[in-house]
């Protein structure tokens, strides 16, 4: 089994920054990739950024130039600098990440989410 745990939401005003980390632990044969999704109320739950053990990346429009995701292969940790936030930033940002195990069988784990509220 595999655990997925966020950490570093919170409370900040517009143009301020927030930097959120996800640690995925367990049984991990191969970490394929990593990112950051996020889901406002009313709306569907979006790819924000994300990361592969290639350390190829994938910015949403809405952030590129704004964010900047990272990751700790060694010790399956990725973090996501928010810089600039906007107000329609605010969301529960979750992350995800895609393992494979021991037969090669992909499969995909969540951490809770973590609640990222910009308002003056």
């Known amino acids: 089994q595999v655990q997925v745990v966020e950490s570093g939401g919170g409370l900040v005003q517009p143009g301020g920054s927030l930097r959120l980390s996800c640690a995925a632990s367990?049984?991990?044969?191969?970490?394929?990739?990593m990112g950051w999704y996020r889901q406002a109320p009313g709306n569907q739950r979006e790819l924000v950024a994300g990361?592969?053990?290639?350390?190829?990346?994938f910015y949403a429009d809405s952030v590129k130039g704004r964010f900047t995701i990272s990751r700790d292969a060694a010790k399956h940790t990725v973090f996501l600098q928010m810089n600039s936030l906007k107000p329609e930033d605010t969301a529960v940002y979750y992350c995800?990440?895609?393992?494979?195990?021991?037969?090669?069988?992909?499969?995909?784990?969540w951490g809770q989410g973590t609640q990222v509220t910009v308002s003056a």
């Open positions: 995800n990440a895609d393992v494979s195990d021991y037969r090669s069988v992909r499969r995909d784990y």
């Open positions: 367990g049984i991990i044969f191969r970490l394929n990739a």
């Open positions: 990361v592969n053990s290639e350390d190829s990346i």
